[in-house]
Structure formats: C-alpha cells, structure tokens
C-alpha cells in the first residue's frame, strides 16, 4: 500500500463546478497535510495546509481533513481554466521532517 | 522575501560525466529537501539535510549524493549518469523544526542526460 495515495485523474469539470480532490494516507501517526499545485514544466506550489480535523478555508480553496479516516479533500469553488494543473497531496510524521507526496491528480476545468 | 533559487535552470550532459546542482533555500530555512521528478514516477525523495547533517534519505543509488553548507545553502551531486537521471531535480526548503512547516519549492532545474 503506498504512503499517500491519489487518483491520478484526469478529473474533468466545467467552468464554474466545485472541483473535489481526494487524498488518502497510510500513517495514523501523520500529523501535516500540504496540498500543492503544480503547471505543467513549473514546480510545485503551496496552496494549502491543514493540521487538524475539520476544514480550512482560503479563498476559493477549502482543505479538509479527517484523521479517524485518514483523508484530506481539497475543494476548488468557482473553478476557473486556470486551475488546471496536477494537484499533489503530501503528508508528514511527527518526528520524521520527510514529506511524502502522493502522485497527483490531475485538474482539467472546462471553459 | 526571495524564494527558493536553483542553479542552473537547464543542463544537458552524456552519460558516464557527473553533475553538480546548488540550491539556496528561502532566509531563514535551514532545512533543505531534494526531489526527482519523472513523468512516469512523479515526485521522488532525494534525502533531506538539516544545519549540514543528513536527516532524512531516499532509496537512491549511491551515484546520488547531497551537502549542504553552513549558509544552509545545498548542493546535491550526481556522478556516472545514466539515461534514467534525466528528469527536473527540485529542491526545497522549510524552516526545519517541525514537522509542521511548509515546505516550499525552487523553479527546479531539468537535467537532460544524451
């Protein structure tokens, strides 16, 4: 079973829709959840981070984590063309200071 | 506040000839992370260095190595390069205290190995 795990995607939605990611983990002892995003030939960039359960909302990004299931979700309102990239998930120990990133899931909003 | 540098942004080499890349991490950051990333296996962990000492390694081969200097700056090296080695080397930083620090990346640098 891998540490973080994503779907890979293509996740198609219209100009508009809430676009949903999902992110599962392994670890119960997980304890940091960072949602990237990440262009095509760019690096990655910070979006979000959640450290307890519940959500956490910024702008149009709502992170959300429930540890008991081991998930974090980001939601994407308003999604708009120019949020299609891949979407990464990466989780942390306590103790450890190693990120572990899913694959990715890969956003494309339609105009 | 400057980001995350990474020198140089683009490098062709052949195989068997060896690579040195350097990242300066944000002000402040004394942790410094490498990653590979390949399409086929996305985002792959390097090692982690904290205040000069390796904290945290990968399961690369030994061909792959990484310091880093008292300014927090890191450099990380590859030696006898194969085909495989072409890929975007990135490198990040966080503060490095706590596993709750985010953890931003540099622009990377694509290594392309003929």
């Known amino acids: 079973q891998k540490e973080v795990e994503q779907n890979s995607g293509p996740l198609s939605v219209p100009e508009g829709a809430i676009a949903s990611l999902n992110c599962t983990y392994s670890?119960?002892?997980?304890?940091?959840f960072f949602w990237y995003r990440q262009y095509s030939g760019k690096s990655p960039e910070l979006i979000m981070f959640?450290?307890?359960?519940g959500d956490k909302e910024d702008g149009r990004f709502t992170a959300q984590l429930n540890k008991a299931s081991q998930y974090v979700s980001l939601l994407i309102r308003d999604s708009q063309p120019s949020d299609s990239a891949t979407y990464l998930c990466?989780?942390?120990?306590?103790?450890?200071?190693?990120?572990?990133f899913g694959t990715g899931t890969r956003l494309k909003v339609l105009a | 506040k400057a980001g995350v540098t990474q020198t140089p942004r683009y490098l062709i080499k052949t195989r068997g000839q060896q690579v040195t890349l350097s990242c300066s991490p944000i002000?402040?950051?004394?942790?410094v992370s490498w990653y590979q990333q390949t399409p086929g296996q996305g985002l792959q962990f390097l090692f982690e260095?904290?205040?000069?000492?390796?904290?945290n390694k990968g399961n690369f081969p030994g061909r792959f190595s990484g310091r880093q200097f008292s300014n927090s700056r890191s450099e990380m090296n590859v030696s006898t390069l194969e085909l495989g080695d072409s890929a975007l080397y990135l490198c990040?930083?966080?503060?490095?205290?706590?596993?709750?620090?985010?953890?931003?990346f540099g622009p990377g640098t694509r290594l392309t190995v003929l």
């Open positions: 670890d119960r002892g997980s304890q940091s």
């Open positions: 959640i450290y307890s359960n």
């Open positions: 990040a930083s966080t503060r490095g205290g706590s596993s709750y620090n985010e953890q931003f």
């Open positions: 990466a989780v942390t120990t306590s103790g450890t200071y190693k990120y572990i």
């Open positions: 260095y904290f205040s000069e000492t390796q904290r």
């Open positions: 002000s402040g950051h004394r942790s």
